[in-house]
């Protein structure tokens, strides 16, 4: 790295591949030329066979984070790598990095401390008037970004910019509490 300012730009791969692209990048590509290589994960928990069980899952499928401080020479290394489908942002000639505020989201919902880049699933209490609280998690604070809450799928809907477009992605949650009135 060049000391210059990172800033993290977008792949867009065929679903599914993400590991792979991952992978081949990290083989490819000299770690000199970009500092990270991720796709985040949520933390969800769903019912199979009657029972809860918490699953790890793409947050946004088809799509693979790079932060790099020289994006012209990562875009030479990276067309050569079999499964890369394109960088989006291109704007004239230029790649335009994601925008600060995306990757602040991105950062608060995987908790950016480490570097895991995971979603964990956020607790949740409800009063016996139906008003959820959240308790903790990524969606603590984040209220005014919820549009929905689906207690019986235990996931949350969470609308966020994502490539200046409007986005709804699906975060877990966990019912700790049912409140009652005094």
């Known amino acids: 790295m060049r000391g210059e300012i990172l800033l993290y730009y977008v792949i867009q791969v065929a679903s599914g591949m993400e590991d792979k692209v991952e992978e ?4 490819m590509v000299e770690k000199g030329i970009y500092q990270q290589c991720f ?3 949520r933390h969800v928990k769903k019912k199979i066979r009657g029972e809860w069980k918490e699953l790890r899952e793409k ?6 984070f790079i932060v790099s401080d020289d994006i012209e020479e990562l875009y030479l290394r990276l067309r050569y790598v079999p499964a890369f489908t394109k960088l989006l942002g291109k704007d004239g ?6 925008p600060e505020h995306e990757v602040e989201w991105l950062k608060k ?5 480490d570097s895991r880049m995971e979603a964990e699933i956020s607790r949740v209490s409800v009063s016996e008037d139906d008003v959820v ?6 969606l603590k604070d984040m209220e005014g970004y919820i549009k929905k809450i689906d207690l019986h799928r235990r996931i949350a809907k969470v609308e966020v ?3 200046n477009q409007k986005t709804v992605i699906h975060l877990g949650i966990e019912m700790i509490e049912k ?3 005094e």
Not at 59 to 64: D, E, Q
Not at 109 to 113: K, L, P, Y
Request: hydrophobic share 40%; net charge neutral.
């Open 39 to 41: 796709h985040p994960i």
């Open 93 to 98: 000639g230029q790649f335009v990095p994601l």
């Open 109 to 113: 919902i995987t908790g950016s401390a």
């Open 179 to 181: 409140t009652k009135k």
């Open 59 to 64: 947050l946004l499928p088809g799509y693979v």
């Open 24 to 27: 081949q990048i990290e083989v």
């Open 133 to 138: 609280t959240i308790l903790s998690g990524p």
């Open 161 to 163: 910019d994502f490539m």
